[in-house]
Every structure is written in structure tokens, then in C-alpha cells.
């Protein structure tokens, strides 16, 4: 089957909600207003919900509640707030899907892991972007979602893991292409911004920017800290990149600790479909 064809029939079941598109067209608009993005957020509760519980998070740590989407937008910024509405408008669209075919724990432990390591080195590196890194780390992987819903059986394959075989690798044998390359699709379809598209799409490629750089490390590190006894940091990540970012053991083992520990307030808003262990 080929790739276009996964994007067609899950594009039939799933659909991003009309808020991102609306939040997004106000972002490009250099003549709205704050209060524009909150009067769009207020006519969508369920969006609202979830933007609040993420603001309230460990994603942020605020010494106070934030409790209306007037605070949210205050203390966050505009992007910061369209990220986490990006962030639950993809998991409501992707909830639509069956995935059945796979752990759907694993599915989302895996990313949310990958997604908190992201913002923890981009905050360390100073990168401005840094909560649209963690929506790109929580996506990383919806292509597995895709398949899921379009060619179970497939997605089962895909699923088998092998001690210290990066996981791409076993999608290609599968399919003839990874989930980056199908989520990356999707993401275009979905119309959103291209640093993103491009950043899915390269995940396994170290690359010359930091953000990509940050990337390959997160995606290897969320893997690593959901399977420690699967997968061996040694092999799976290159010395030179390591050496490149000037990480030490101690940065990367407190990474996953920070990101198992943070998990846990982040999985029952992402993902609440799921019968997790949390």
C-alpha cells in the first residue's frame, strides 16, 4: 500500500478540530489580539480543558493555579498556548482512530517521554520554540497511529521490538517507509507549520541544527527510558553526537528520570483513552 493511500482513509476517520486552524490563522495575523485567541479557546470547552491541565502541569510548574484562558494566554504567550491546543487537538483528532492493532500505552509513554526530554534540552540550550518541540516530540511517532487504524496487521509487525534495532528500521522491512515519513505526510496535510513537518520527517537523521540534533537524542532517549532492559544507551546513540551536544551520562540519566516522573500528570490529559499503568 502506498503512503498516500494511509493518508487518504485515516483522513476519512480523523480530522484536526477547526481551533487549531482558527489559533493558527490568529497567530499569522499580525493584527490580532490575545484576547482574540482567548474568544476563540472560550467557544471550544473540551480544547480549553485540556490547554488548562497542561498549563497546570508539570510541563511549567507554575507556583499558581491557571485557572481561565485569559491567565493561560498571559502567562504562556500566544505560541505557548497554541502549542498546547495543538497538542490536544491532535490526540482528540487521533483518538477517532482504532488502535487496537497496538500498546497504545506504549504508544503514548514512548512520546510523552520523547516530548518532555525535547523541552528539557531545548530550555537548557535557550531555544526559543521550546514548547513547539514538545508537541513535535509528542507526535513524533502518530505514524504508528496511522497504520494502526489503516493496516492493523502491519502495525503489529511494526510493533515487535528487537534488543537495540532502532525501530525505523523494522517499519521499513514492514511497510517500504518509517513513521516518520507517514506522520510527516500527515502533518502537511494537516496544514501545519513546516519547521515541524520537517523536523517528524527527519528524526533519525542527526542533522547540522540544534533542533535536529535534539531531536534524533529525544526520540532515542523516550525509547530508552520506557525499555531500559530492550535498549542500551551505548548502542543506540552515535558518540559523536553525545560529544557534538557536550552531554554527560548524568545529563541524559536525569533527562528520563525528569521525563518518567513528569509523565505521569502528563499521559491522562494527552491520552485518556488508554488503560495506563499510571
Known amino acids: 500500500m502506498k503512503i498516500e493511500e494511509y493518508i487518504t482513509k485515516a483522513g476519512r476517520t480523523c480530522a484536526l478540530p477547526d481551533t487549531c486552524h482558527r489559533i493558527q490563522e490568529l497567530i499569522e495575523d499580525d493584527s490580532s489580539t490575545m484576547a482574540d485567541i482567548a474568544e476563540v479557546l472560550s467557544f471550544d470547552p473540551i480544547i480549553t480543558g485540556h490547554v488548562l491541565k497542561l498549563a497546570n502541569s508539570a510541563l511549567y510548574n507554575f507556583s499558581s493555579q491557571v485557572e481561565t484562558v485569559g491567565k493561560a494566554v498571559t502567562l504562556l504567550g500566544a505560541d505557548a498556548?497554541?502549542?498546547?491546543?495543538?497538542?490536544?487537538?491532535?490526540?482528540?483528532?487521533?483518538?477517532?482512530?482504532?488502535?487496537?492493532?497496538?500498546?497504545?500505552?506504549?504508544h503514548w509513554r514512548t512520546s510523552i517521554n520523547t516530548a518532555l526530554i525535547y523541552k528539557r534540552f531545548a530550555?537548557?540550550?535557550?531555544?526559543?520554540?521550546?514548547?513547539?518541540?514538545?508537541?513535535?516530540?509528542?507526535?513524533?511517532?502518530?505514524?504508528e497511529l496511522i497504520v494502526a487504524q489503516v493496516n492493523p496487521a502491519a502495525a503489529t509487525k511494526c510493533e515487535q521490538i528487537r534488543s537495540n534495532q532502532p525501530l525505523h528500521l523494522v517499519q521499513q522491512e514492514v511497510?517500504?517507509?518509517?513513521?516518520?515519513?507517514l506522520g510527516a505526510m500527515l502533518f502537511k496535510h494537516w496544514r501545519l507549520p513546516n519547521h515541524m513537518v520537517n523536523l517528524i520527517l527527519n528524526q533519525h537523521n542527526i542533522g547540522s541544527s540544534l533542533e535536529s540534533q535534539l531531536m534524533y537524542l529525544s526520540c532515542r532517549l523516550g525509547l530508552i527510558s520506557v525499555f531500559p532492559d530492550q535498549f542500551d544507551m551505548d548502542k543506540m546513540l552515535p558518540s559523536q553526537l553525545v560529544e557534538i551536544l557536550g552531554y554527560s551520562k548524568n545529563d541524559l540519566d536525569g533527562a528520563m528520570d525528569w521525563a518518567n516522573i513528569g509523565a505521569?500528570?502528563?499521559?491522562?490529559?494527552?491520552c485518556p483513552q488508554a488503560n495506563s499503568v499510571y
Do not use: M, P, Q, W
Open 123 to 143: 530550555k537548557k540550550e535557550r531555544i526559543k520554540k521550546a514548547d513547539s518541540l514538545f508537541v513535535t516530540g509528542l507526535l513524533h511517532d502518530v505514524g
Open 81 to 106: 498556548v497554541y502549542n498546547l491546543v495543538l497538542a490536544t487537538g491532535t490526540s482528540t483528532a487521533l483518538a477517532k482512530l482504532d488502535t487496537s492493532a497496538i500498546d497504545l500505552d506504549r
Open 264 to 270: 505521569f500528570s502528563v499521559f491522562a490529559i494527552v
Open 175 to 181: 511497510l517500504g517507509f518509517d513513521y516518520a515519513t
